[in-house]
């Protein structure tokens, strides 16, 4: 098994909330580390860019109204295996199909609503941790 690093973020629906550190302590409670952290409002720009894959998907405007409609925590987490034990610990995109005990299962309103992202990939994480963070901000 070999330690990872992965980009988390808890998104609006959960910082309106107030569930910032209730997600944290499943991450920590897991054996993740919360090895860089901080607090956003994404531009709308930000937010196309950040999810692009997805722009032909017709949930894509939705979903970019929805990541600036608060702020967001975003994050790197490490730790064995972190990118498929973070996306274990998350539970499936739609709540309505996550796993008992999962982030999802327990805070999320709906798929576009569901709380928290996680990279899903070692390609994605690289990426997507380098659109928030430089090497010097995160602290293994
Ligand atoms: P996330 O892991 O952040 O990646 C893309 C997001 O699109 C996903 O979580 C969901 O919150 C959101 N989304 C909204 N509608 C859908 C949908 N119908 N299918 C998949 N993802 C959706």
Known sequence: MAVETTLSIIKPDATRRNLTGKINARFEESGLQIVAQKKIWLTRNQAEAFYEVHKERAFFDDLCNF??????????????????????????????????????????????????????????????ISFFFSELEIVG
């Not at 409609?69 to 309505?96: C, D, F, Y």
């Not at 327990?106 to 997507?128: C, L, P, R, Y």
Request: net charge negative.
């Open 67 to 128: 990541m600036i409609s608060g702020a967001v925590v975003v994050q790197v987490l490490q730790g064995e295996n972190a990118i498929a034990e973070n996306r274990k610990i998350m539970g499936a995109t739609n709540p309505v199909n996550a796993e008992e005990g999962t982030i999802r299962r327990d805070f999320a309103e709906n798929v576009e609503a569901n709380s928290v992202h996680g990279s899903d990939s070692a390609e994605n994480a690289k990426k997507e």
